[in-house]
Each structure stands twice: as C-alpha cells, then as structure tokens.
C-alpha cells in the first residue's frame, strides 16, 4: 500500500510558476513509477507526466513538454512537479500517482493523492 498527499497547488498568474510536491509513506516508493495527472471540470483526467522508479527517465504528452519538469527524492519518498510559463488552459485538480508498471493511462495507476487545485488566472 502507498500513501500519496499532494501539496503545493494555489492561484498563480499566467506565466508564473507553481511546485506540487507528493509525499509518500506506507511501502517502498522508490519501487514504484510516480506520475501527475490532472482533472479539469468536465473533462477526464489527463496524464501529465511520469518518471521511472529510479528517477533517471521522464515522460510528458506535448501540451506540457518544455514547461514542466517531474522529479523526485527516493530519500525523501517525495515527487515532486514544477511548472513553468502557466497557462489558463493549465487549471485544474492535478493528481498524484503510482504505479508498478509503466503507463499513461490512469486507470493502470493503483494508488492516488486527494489532489491539489491550480488556478491560473489574471
């Protein structure tokens, strides 16, 4: 079992910046894939970005690429989102993942954080 708990989310100008951090604690994260997605309000929830077990891989769709970095801490059990040149289009719940098995698609994720609203806006 992983606990997952997102902090970080808030209001923010376009082009400003935002940092999600996800906290881990019941097993072993560094085991698994850690991943963000987000959830706009009435839309499905979409993948974000990913990252291998070890941290030395990433993976992003283009909507976010160049913008967006995922990281993360094993020591810490924590991933971590930074988000860069925000855009309206940005806002939304996101999520925190994780999963044993690598994917984009959310419904192969076995645990999840509550989520973190972003708001982008002038």
């Known amino acids: 079992q992983v606990q997952l708990v997102e902090s970080g989310g808030g209001l923010v100008q376009p082009g400003g910046s935002l940092r999600l951090s996800c906290a881990a604690s019941g097993t072993t994260f560094s085991s698994y894939f850690a991943a963000w997605f987000r959830q706009a309000p009435g839309k499905e929830r979409e993948f974000v970005a990913s990252?291998?077990?070890?941290?030395?891989?990433?993976y992003y769709p283009d909507s976010v690429k160049g913008r967006f970095t995922i990281s993360r801490d094993n020591a810490k059990n924590t991933a971590y989102l930074q988000m860069n040149s925000l855009r309206p289009e940005d806002t939304a719940v996101y999520f925190c993942?994780?999963?044993?098995?690598?994917?984009?698609?959310?419904?192969?994720?076995?645990?999840w954080g509550q989520g973190t609203q972003v708001t982008v806006s002038s």
């Open positions: 990252i291998i077990p070890g941290g030395g891989r990433t």
């Open positions: 993942a994780a999963t044993n098995v690598p994917s984009r698609v959310a419904r192969e994720y076995n645990y």
